[in-house]
Nanobody
Framework: QVHLMESGGGSVQAGGSLRLSCEAT???????LGWFRQAPGKEREGVAS????????????VYSDSVKGRFTISFDNAKNTLHLQMNGLKPEDTAMYYC???????????????????WGQGTQVTVSS
């Protein structure tokens, strides 16, 4: 059974940084892991994803245009933990952030060519101006 547990959300001022973490257990068949976010009244959108098999290569990560150059996704194989380093945060980054795993049941989201159907509970990120 896939279990994803996020941590690291919080409140910061614009320009600040936060680091999100997600402990991934049971996600043996999920090559791609990712971060999505959902602001009130908006659709859940992909932020960044990483291929565990291709980690470290130029083809191993995907970023949305809105976070490219500010956010960095990484995966610690030894600890089965996904990270999202968020720098230069803006008020428009305010949202609930979800860790996601490839495959899983219907009703998920596509991002960067992968389907994500496994979800964590989410962690809130609030950026004030």
């Amino acid at each position: 059974q896939v279990h994803l547990m996020e941590s690291g959300g919080g409140s910061v001022q614009a320009g600040g940084s936060l680091r999100l973490s997600c402990e991934a257990t049971g996600a043996t068949y999920s090559n791609w892991l990712g971060w999505f976010r959902q602001a009130p009244g908006k659709e859940r959108e992909g932020v960044a994803s990483i291929s565990r098999r291709a980690a470290g290569s130029s083809d191993g990560t995907v970023y949305s245009d809105s976070v490219k150059g500010r956010f960095t996704i990484s995966f610690d194989n030894a600890k089965n933990t996904l990270h999202l380093q968020m720098n230069g945060l803006k008020p428009e980054d305010t949202a609930m952030y979800y860790c996601a795993g490839e495959w899983g049941p219907p009703g998920g989201r596509n991002f960067g060519g992968a389907y994500f159907g496994y979800w964590g509970q989410g962690t809130q990120v609030t950026v004030s101006s």
